[in-house]
């Protein structure tokens, strides 16, 4: 397993945690197959790494979409900043996904999900996350405004 979901930090809206439980269980999901995939290389496998692949992507353009519109709805004053964060790392995935599709390679995406992505994660949670769900919840802003 890549990312224990004990570890994630809670934030105070729990639509925010379940979506981030659920984003846990499809990197590591993701993960497992790479690895099968590594040791077993086959037309199947690859398959299989596909439709996580996809799966992962999909829920990961709902879980921000879903913390964007919130943020819309409450006027939250750094909403720019949140989204630019969530633009940068779907394009990142993109990229990963369309690499994959074409090359067969698993390397790049072990490396990120080891490497990149869980430490990118849990400070996202910690951070932009944590503010925002403050902001939906009690109307605090980060900035005072
Ligand atoms: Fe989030
Ligand atoms: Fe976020």
């Known amino acids: 397993m890549l990312l224990e979901t004990d570890a994630l930090p809670l934030v105070d809206m729990a639509f925010m945690n ?17 690895l099968a995939y590594e040791s077993e290389p086959t037309e199947e496998n690859a398959l299989k790494m596909d439709a996580l692949f996809e799966a992962w992507y999909t829920h990961t353009l709902s879980h921000f979409e879903g913390e964007e519109v919130k943020m819309r709805e409450s006027g939250f004053p750094p909403y720019a900043m949140h989204k630019a964060e969530h633009d940068r790392v779907v394009g990142e995935i993109r990229t990963l ?21 869980p430490r990118w994660l849990l400070t996202h949670i910690e951070t932009m996350d944590t503010v925002t769900a403050r902001f939906l919840k009690r109307g605090i802003s980060p900035c005072g405004i």
Do not use: D
């Not at 379940?18 to 790479?34: G, T």
């Not at 369309?98 to 072990?110: C, G, M, N, V």
């Open 97 to 117: 996904m369309e690499a994959w599709k074409e090359t067969r390679e698993p390397k790049p995406l072990k490396i990120y999900l080891i490497e990149i992505l």
């Open 18 to 34: 379940e979506v981030h439980q659920e984003e846990v269980h499809r990197i590591n999901a993701l993960f497992e197959m790479l």
